[in-house]
DNA sequence: GGAGAGGCTTACT
DNA sequence: AAGTAAGCCTCTC
């Protein structure tokens, strides 16, 4: 393969796209979970989310992508974090103000989730 | 080429 | 329990 200026980039935009894409509806996961299925940052996840094209953000479910306690990120501009939600319930999942998701059951691959989520204490 | 920032995460205070 | 600090890697200016 070829080097593109930004390989790291295009390699975990790359991985992203085809982990976010497998994401079942109805279900969900975490940039954690996807940062360490492929082996990388999850920051560099976010990034890749953050810096999708038009293309892609209309391909892929990024609304199934959450933070480590399986809620919208409040760093999302709020238009995004709505349209998040508001997909997130179509597919049949609570999303409550705060932007928690109430269906722990329908977390993908839980492997970002280590510590206890605070599903007690989630802001109403 | 160096410095600042980015849709996160973990650990410690 | 909540808030603060550091960490990792890449991108953009």
Known sequence: MPKPKSAAFARIR??????????????FTTYGSIAVHMNVMARHV???????????SATLPW???????ARI??????LL???QRARLEAEGMSIN???FIQ????????????????WSQQPD
């Open 14 to 27: 790359a991985e992203v796209i085809r982990l976010v894409a497998l994401i079942p509806e109805g279900k």
């Open 46 to 56: 976010a990034f890749v989310m953050s810096r999708l094209t038009e293309e892609e």
């Open 63 to 69: 609304h199934r992508v959450v933070s480590a306690d």
């Open 73 to 78: 990120s409040p760093k999302m501009d709020p």
């Open 81 to 83: 974090a709505e349209t």
């Open 97 to 99: 103000a705060a932007g």
């Open 103 to 118: 269906c722990d059951e329908a977390h993908f691959h839980s492997v970002g989730v280590r510590r206890s989520i605070r």
